[in-house]
């Protein structure tokens, strides 16, 4: 099953672009303009991972994650941004990349997080 991935970018040409490097990459990309539209594509089909631009408007791309996790609370997240060295994101489980992106290192850290996110789950004890 393809790992779905959550795209939050207000900039439709960067859009674009992270979409066309996750997708040729095998994942299925939904994307958004903002963290509002995003939060309503998670509600409509939750997501394994969501990539986020940090400055959008409206809400920010952290407050994005905060908001995607009390829905779903160990979802893998990165940040994309050009102020991404300024950022201070303290979030477990979120990781920052810097804008521009190279499409390797992209797809990446995506797989990273991803793997990261499985292995947490095989080792979570039962309750």
């Not at 990459?25 to 990539?51: I, Q």
């Not at 303290?90 to 990781?95: D, L």
Request: hydrophobic residues 50%; aromatic residues 4%.
């Amino acid at each position: 099953m393809l790992k779905r991935i959550l795209l939050a970018e207000d900039d439709p040409a960067v859009s674009y672009i992270l979409t066309r490097y996750l997708e040729k990459a095998g994942f299925a990309v939904r994307a958004a303009p903002d963290g509002r539209a995003a939060l309503a594509l998670f509600d409509a089909e939750p997501a394994d991972l969501v990539v986020t631009d940090f400055r959008m408007p409206g809400m920010n791309g952290e407050e994005l994650i905060l908001a995607l996790r009390t829905r779903q609370p160990a979802l893998p997240a990165l940040i994309v941004s050009a102020y991404g060295n300024e950022l201070s994101v303290q979030i477990p489980g979120v990781r920052v990349l810097n804008k521009p992106v190279a499409a390797d290192e992209l797809v990446a850290l995506v797989r990273d997080l991803l793997l990261d996110a499985e292995t947490m789950a095989l080792n979570k004890p039962a309750q």
